[in-house]
């Protein structure tokens, strides 16, 4: 399984961006999907997941009401809306796959490039 994180770049304070992560092969919908973040001089943390069948989701209380994670197994494809966005969620953004529902990054066996959100007036 590849991941292909896209979508970031710079953003006024309050504003949108829709990250998007495109997987190959043919079992996306049996994996489950988490968006991750990692600030400058800081550790790797959960944005948020979906389950396989996106009827369970998490959100990290930072970003609960304002981010909301979709998927779309027929284009193979889970996206991160980010609305009302904060120079404090400025970081790379990385998209992971995991055979089992986990907030923990240790759980996740593929992960995308990641994909730069910048936050800023």
């Known amino acids: 399984v590849q991941l292909q994180a896209c979508g970031g770049g710079l953003v006024q304070p309050g504003g949108s961006l829709r990250l998007s992560c495109e997987t190959t092969g043919r079992t996306f919908s049996t994996y489950n999907m988490g968006w991750f973040r990692q600030a400058p001089g800081k550790e790797r943390d959960i944005v948020g997941t979906?389950?396989?069948?996106?009827?369970?989701?998490y959100y990290v209380d930072s970003v609960k009401g304002r981010f909301t994670i979709s998927r779309d197994n027929a284009k193979n494809t889970v996206y991160l809306q980010m609305n009302i966005l904060k120079p404090e969620d400025t970081a790379v953004y990385y998209c992971?796959?995991?055979?089992?529902?986990?907030?923990?990054?240790?759980?996740?066996?593929?992960w995308g490039q990641g994909t730069l959100v910048t936050v800023s007036s």
């Open positions: 992971a796959a995991s055979r089992v529902y986990s907030l923990s990054s240790a759980r996740y066996d593929y």
């Open positions: 979906t389950s396989w069948n996106g009827a369970n989701t």
